[in-house]
C-alpha cells in the first residue's frame, strides 16, 4: 500500500559549514529520515544547504536526477543563488550518490520491476523531500517566495511532491518524464529490467509482460486522469504503478505555477514517457529546447536566472552575482580562509 505520510516532529540535525564564498555559506546537513523503513544506507537525510549571508529573499529546493554526475553542477548552482539571496538546498535523494543502498546500482530501486521495492524507493524519497522542508521552516528560512526545481528524476518527485504539500509554490520540471513503464522498458534502465526478468526474479506476471502492460496503462489512464488525490491513493482498481507516476498526478497541479522544460534531444528518457507528461502540463509555461539531456548542466547559469525570474528577483545586482564567478574558500577551526 502506498503511504507518503510521516511522523512529524523537531527534526535534530547535524550540520557543519564546509565552504564559503563571499556572499554565502555552503553547511552539509544530516539528521534521521522520517521514513519508517529505510533500506540499510539510505537511513540519514543529507543536504547541501546554500545560506545567504544576508537577508534571505527566497527558498529554493534543487532535486537532482538519478545517478552522481548531475548533482555536482547542481551544486554550483546553490552557490550563485545563494549569492543572489536564495536559501538553495540541494537534498541527496536516498539511492543516490552518498545513499546508496547495500548492493544496488545508483537510482535502481525507482524503476525496479517490483511493486513493493518501486513504493518503497518514492515514499522515502518524497518524505525525505517534505522533511527537508519541515527542517528548512524550522529553522525559519523557507520563504513563501519559494520553487522547487527538479532535474530528471527529481521533477518526478517534485511533481507528486507539489500535489500533496501546499508550502510549495513555484516548480520548474527540468528533462523530465512519465508513465514509468516505458521508461523500465525504454530509457537507460532496460537493461537490467530484461535481466531481472530473465533470471525470473520478476514475479508479477503484468510486469514480465511489456505488451500487456502498456496496452493497460493506455486503458486505465484517461480514468486516473480524472481521480482526486484521495482517490489515486487509495484506489485498488488500477495498476500499481500509477500511485507513484508523475503522470497520475499533473491534473492535479496549479499549472499556473508550473514550468516544464523539454530537451528536443533527448535520448535518456523515451519520447514515449516525455511527450505524455508534456502534454498533461497543459496550461504551465512549456518551453522545448534545442538541448540533450544532459548537455545544458554547463550552461546551468541560464536556469538559475530563470529561477531568480520565478522567485520574483529581478534586480541587477542579484543577476550579475549569477554569472560572477565564485571564489570558494575552505572553512578553517577558527573560521578563516
Excluded at 104 to 119: A, F, K, N, Q, T
Excluded at 139 to 163: E, F, H, K, P
Amino acid at each position: 500500500m502506498i503511504d507518503f505520510s510521516y511522523e512529524k516532529r523537531e527534526i535534530e540535525a547535524q550540520s557543519g559549514c564546509m565552504f564559503k564564498g563571499k556572499h554565502y555559506r555552503c553547511f552539509y546537513v544530516k539528521f534521521p529520515t522520517l521514513y519508517k523503513k529505510p533500506v540499510e544506507g539510505t537511513e540519514m537525510v543529507e543536504l547541501y544547504d546554500f545560506r545567504p549571508k544576508d537577508k534571505i529573499r527566497a527558498s529554493v529546493i534543487i532535486l537532482h536526477g538519478l545517478g552522481t554526475r548531475n548533482i555536482e553542477f547542481l551544486l554550483w548552482m546553490g552557490t550563485h543563488l545563494a549569492s543572489a539571496g536564495v536559501n538553495a538546498v540541494v537534498p541527496v535523494l536516498p539511492g543516490n550518490f552518498t545513499r546508496i543502498e547495500n548492493g544496488r546500482m545508483h537510482g535502481s530501486r525507482y524503476l525496479w520491476p517490483d511493486y513493493s521495492i518501486v513504493y518503497d524507493a518514492y515514499q522515502h524519497a518524497i518524505v525525505d523531500i517534505l522533511s527537508t522542508i519541515d527542517y528548512i521552516q524550522q529553522q525559519d528560512r523557507w520563504r513563501d517566495n519559494n520553487c522547487m526545481m527538479g532535474y530528471c528524476l527529481g521533477g518526478m518527485l517534485a511533481t507528486i511532491v507539489s500535489c500533496l504539500d501546499n508550502r510549495i509554490n513555484q516548480k520548474i520540471l527540468m528533462t523530465t518524464g512519465g508513465n514509468i513503464p516505458r521508461l523500465m522498458f525504454e530509457s537507460g534502465a532496460r537493461s537490467f529490467v530484461q535481466r531481472l526478468i530473465h533470471d525470473g526474479k520478476v514475479k508479477d506476471p503484468i510486469l514480465c509482460n511489456k505488451e500487456a502492460l502498456y496496452d493497460l496503462y493506455e486503458i486505465q489512464l484517461p480514468k486516473v486522469k480524472k481521480m482526486s488525490l484521495e482517490e489515486l491513493i487509495l484506489s485498488k482498481d488500477i495498476n500499481p504503478l500509477f500511485k507513484v507516476d508523475p503522470l497520475s498526478y499533473a491534473h492535479l497541479l496549479d499549472k499556473s505555477k508550473v514550468s516544464v522544460i523539454e530537451a528536443l534531444f533527448d535520448k535518456t528518457l523515451p519520447v514515449a514517457s516525455r511527450k505524455p507528461l508534456y502534454k498533461e502540463m497543459k496550461g504551465a509555461k512549456r518551453y522545448i529546447l534545442p538541448i540533450s539531456h544532459n548537455i545544458w548542466l554547463p550552461f546551468e547559469f541560464l536556469l538559475a536566472r530563470y529561477i531568480l525570474h520565478k522567485v520574483n528577483i529581478y534586480d541587477r545586482q542579484a543577476a550579475s552575482r549569477i554569472l560572477t564567478k565564485e571564489v570558494i574558500y575552505d572553512v578553517m577551526e577558527d573560521g578563516h580562509k
